[in-house]
């Protein structure tokens, strides 16, 4: 399945209004995550939806969805698909550091209409054979088949290295060549209507800091305006 990876999206930004949390009656029950591979997926198993303060709803009820995200994040929204939410931490530079993206995109043919545990599992491994990942030697590092609220989730999650240069010392000369690595979590689902991407990217050395709470943002995801089918 191809996606455009975080570094490549061109971003119209628009303000995002506040919403009341829509909390639902089984908020509290916890995420399961069959054959979880990888530190994040384990911490990922046994979140529940974040509720109350501390956290803000980042909802868009044209596209009946929403998120739960820390109260401090910087948010904003767009009309392009690939594109729906973006939200970064406080604390993160305008360039280069913690993104949070959220996508919203139709069904090709070729997707499930519901996610099984065999597309889960494979599909952290099959983004390595994707061309713009493998441009950015991407290596996985998480996956497992996510059972929450009813709702069905692959989760992938990897490595990937972006190539660029240091500053230069001298005027007109080019810096040295250097390559940045970045931790990048996905987390995907897919319905009749819908194709819903969750991704967050975070420098590698500064991704442990944000886990426990991209955790949290994953465990929240909530169809609105939809009925559950048990």
Request: glycine share 6%.
């Given at each position: 399945?191809?996606?455009?990876?975080?570094?490549?999206?061109?971003?119209?930004?628009?303000?995002?209004?506040?919403?009341?949390?829509?909390?639902?009656?089984?908020?509290?029950?916890?995420?399961?995550?069959?054959?979880?591979?990888?530190?994040?997926?384990?911490?990922?198993?046994?979140?529940?939806?974040?509720?109350?303060?501390?956290?803000?709803?980042?909802?868009?009820?044209?596209?009946?969805?929403?998120?739960?995200?820390?109260?401090?994040?910087?948010?904003?929204?767009?009309?392009?698909?690939?594109?729906?939410?973006?939200?970064?931490?406080?604390?993160?530079?305008?360039?280069?550091?913690?993104?949070?993206?959220?996508?919203?995109?139709?069904?090709?043919?070729?997707?499930?209409?519901?996610?099984?545990?065999?597309?889960?599992?494979?599909?952290?491994?099959?983004?390595?054979?994707?061309?713009?990942?493998?441009?950015?030697?991407?290596?996985?590092?998480?996956?497992?088949?996510?059972?929450?609220?009813?709702?069905?989730?692959?989760?992938?999650?990897?490595?990937?290295?972006?190539?660029?240069?240091?500053?230069?010392?001298?005027?007109?000369?080019?810096?040295?060549?250097?390559?940045?690595?970045?931790?990048?979590?996905?987390?995907?689902?897919?319905a009749t209507d819908r194709l819903v991407v969750i991704q967050f990217s975070a420098p590698?050395?500064?991704?442990?800091?944000?886990?426990?709470?991209?955790?949290?943002?994953?465990?929240?995801?909530?169809?609105?305006?939809?009925?559950?089918?048990?």
């Amino acid at each position: 399945m191809k996606r455009t990876p975080l570094a490549l999206l061109g971003l119209l930004l628009l303000a995002l209004p506040a919403y009341a949390q829509i909390v639902p009656k089984d908020a509290a029950e916890p995420i399961e995550i069959h054959k979880a591979r990888g530190e994040f997926a384990k911490k990922l198993n046994g979140n529940v939806m974040p509720t109350g303060k501390g956290w803000k709803a980042v909802m868009d009820p044209a596209r009946r969805l929403q998120l739960m995200l820390p109260e401090k994040w910087r948010v904003t929204t767009t009309d392009q698909a690939e594109s729906v939410i973006l939200a970064n931490p406080a604390d993160a530079p305008k360039e280069g550091g913690p993104q949070l993206t959220v996508s919203l995109l139709a069904p090709r043919d070729a997707d499930p209409f519901d996610i099984d545990e065999t597309f889960a599992l494979n599909y952290a491994d099959s983004l390595a054979e994707d061309p713009q990942f493998k441009r950015l030697r991407y290596e996985p590092t998480d996956s497992g088949h996510v059972l929450m609220r009813g709702l069905k989730f692959a989760l992938a999650g990897g490595k990937v290295s972006v190539d660029g240069r240091a500053p230069s010392k001298k005027k007109g000369e080019k810096g040295e060549k250097i390559s940045q690595s970045y931790q990048q979590e996905q987390l995907i689902y897919i319905a009749t209507d819908r194709l819903v991407v969750i991704q967050f990217s975070a420098p590698s050395e500064s991704f442990p800091k944000y886990a426990d709470d991209l955790a949290k943002i994953f465990a929240s995801y909530q169809n609105i305006g939809v009925m559950k089918v048990d």
